[in-house]
């Protein structure tokens, strides 16, 4: 059974926002169902158009542009609490493909229905825009890292947004976390080979910094990596959920 947005398990968690009965009441019927997909099969395609939106429930991806001849530029990883398909929504079609690297469940709304969503219910709107927003802007904050940053501030600044970001998932415990992505897919993300990944982790291993092995990562001196990235202290802001 769909599972009911009052009893959703990301609203529990303190780095998304609360809703007010009147907004659950909204979303129970602006979601239409949930779909499971599996690990390695696409969520979205691009260039394709599709009469769905997603919210990630569960489960993770990754985010990616494919060039003419193949080769494919990760973007960005897609976790819980993620809005998918606005793009499509207000475009032709959408601009990038979503490939889920472990099973994912995903919240299902109709693409027909957002423009009521935007005439009836303006703060929601809002809250959509602002993820989208979100998402460009962590886009930009990527490119000037592939674009300026060395390999070793990369792979810091990679590790602070990863552990930041699955820190308000409530999945991190005295800095340990399980991160179910390939070193290949953040070295893809990071415009860095992989070996010269492995390299650069062993590196801030030796520093005392941080550790991935196995699937696991472990952040030993989180303020230390954020000084070595040459990055501002990032505030936590509380999302929005669709």
Not at 90 to 115: H, K, N, Q
């Amino acid at each position: 059974m769909p599972t009911d947005c009052s009893n959703c398990p990301l609203r529990r968690l303190p780095g998304f926002e609360s809703l007010s009965p009147e907004e659950l009441e909204f979303m129970s019927h602006f979601k239409v169902g949930e779909i499971d997909v599996s690990a390695g099969q696409a969520v979205v395609i691009e260039g394709a158009k599709s009469p769905q939106l997603f919210t990630v429930l569960d489960g993770m991806g990754v985010r990616f542009r494919t060039l003419e001849d193949g080769r494919r530029q990760i973007t960005n990883f897609v976790m819980p609490g993620d809005f998918i398909g606005m793009q499509d929504a207000m475009l032709d079609d959408i601009g990038y493909s979503i490939e889920a690297t472990t099973p994912m469940t995903l919240c299902v709304f109709r693409r027909s229905d957002i423009w009521t969503l935007f005439r009836n219910h303006p703060e929601r709107a809002f809250d959509m825009t602002w993820l989208v927003c979100s998402e460009e802007h962590f886009l930009g904050s990527a490119l000037a890292t592939v674009g300026q940053r060395s390999a070793l501030e990369r792979l810091a600044w990679a590790l602070v947004v990863i552990h930041d970001r699955f820190r308000q998932l409530g999945r991190v415990d005295n800095g340990i976390f399980s991160f179910p992505f390939r070193q290949q897919d953040l070295a893809d993300a990071l415009g860095l080979s992989l070996v010269h990944t492995n390299k650069t982790l062993a590196k801030l291993r030796d520093r005392g910094l941080a550790s991935w092995a196995e699937g696991v990562v472990r952040i030993f001196d989180r303020e230390g990596l954020r000084q070595l990235a040459v990055m501002d202290e990032m505030e936590s802001k509380v999302r929005p959920l669709i």
